[in-house]
Nanobody
Framework: QVQLVESGGKLVQAGGSLRLSCAAS????????MAWYRQAPGNERGLVAS???????NYVDSVKGRFTISRDNAKNTVYLQMNSLKPEDTAVYYC?????????????????WGQGTQVTVSS
């Protein structure tokens, strides 16, 4: 069994900063790409940032220059540093990861989601 557990979400004023963390635990063989998504009320869940196992990053245009995704492979953890926060960043932030697990005698890549952490930015 594998779990992704996010932390770090809270209420912050516009212009402030937050760091989200997501730790993977369980029967993990390896971890591929990791990512952060967000979903605001009435909106679909959308990609915020992603990072490959080699450290290549990708960001949605609206957060470029403000958010930084990073990972600590030794801790099976991905981070999202969010600076210069805006009210429109308010959303539930979800962690996502492709995780290698044993399925019987075969190694398979399974996509997992965390439970989400609320980020609220007040104006």
């Amino acid at each position: 069994q594998v779990q992704l557990v996010e932390s770090g979400g809270k209420l912050v004023q516009a212009g402030g900063s937050l760091r989200l963390s997501c730790a993977a635990s369980g029967s993990i063989v390896n971890i591929g790409a990791m990512a952060w998504y967000r979903q605001a009320p009435g909106n679909e869940r959308g990609l915020v940032a992603s990072i490959t196992s080699f450290g290549t990053t990708n960001y949605v245009d609206s957060v470029k220059g403000r958010f930084t995704i990073s990972r600590d492979n030794a801790k099976n953890t991905v981070y999202l540093q969010m600076n210069s926060l805006k009210p429109e960043d308010t959303a539930v932030y979800y962690c996502n990861a492709d995780i290698g697990v044993w399925r019987g005698v075969k190694l398979g890549l399974v996509n997992y989601w965390g439970q989400g952490t609320q980020v609220t930015v007040s104006s």
